[in-house]
């Protein structure tokens, strides 16, 4: 534990905040069960008591804490609260998996680029929320899903990996999103494995892919095959 196997590298320690059920957290664990994984989950935060992605950690054997939005007079405290938890646990670099608080500058400032997200949508398309409800009546033929940096303005910020994936006749927002989860939970084990390994540079506020097989990766659609 704690280093990357065979290398000697030391593992990215990460806390990953979450809401619910837990999908995307999941696939991140499950990429994490793996030796050669540049990543170690140190500690799942979520905002909300008794939810499925709590159970997920604790079977990974991973420290969870609840920290109640409910609890704390304002946004401010209740960061505060989070901050607290992920220095005890020495995190140095936080994934934000189906959270769904909005955040403060503050916070998105303390963590500048090492702060990130999944969105399921086709960023700068279709941010906020009810996307594949939105997806469907606009009628749009794809859409996908996005792990990007966070900054302050809502579902913002340099994109690292997206994928796409049809909207399909027939469609509805459950079917539609269930498609979309899957590409979710193969892209963000790759984004946060290029960022891990210092492989997704933030030039510009564009993240540019480094290594040898990395440029092939910002151009096909992972989701293919
Ligand atoms: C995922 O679809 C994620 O992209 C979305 O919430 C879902 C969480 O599912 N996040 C957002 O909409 C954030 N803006 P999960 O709990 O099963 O990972």
Redesign the pocket.
Known sequence: MGVVGGTGRTKLKVGVL????????QALIDACSENSFPVEICVVISNVADVK?LERAEKANIPTAVVSHKDYNGREPFEAAINEVLAQHKVKFVC?????RILTDSFVRKWHDRLI????SLLPAFKG?H?HERVIDEGVRFTG?TVHFVRPAM?DGPIIIQAAVPVLPGDTPDIL?AR??KS?HKIYPMALKLVAENKARIVGEKVVLLGTETPELALLNPCEG
């Open positions: 979450i809401s619910g059920g837990g999908t995307n957290l992605g934000l998996a189906g959270f769904m997200n999944i969105h399921p929320l996307i899903c579902d999103g979309v989860l979710e």
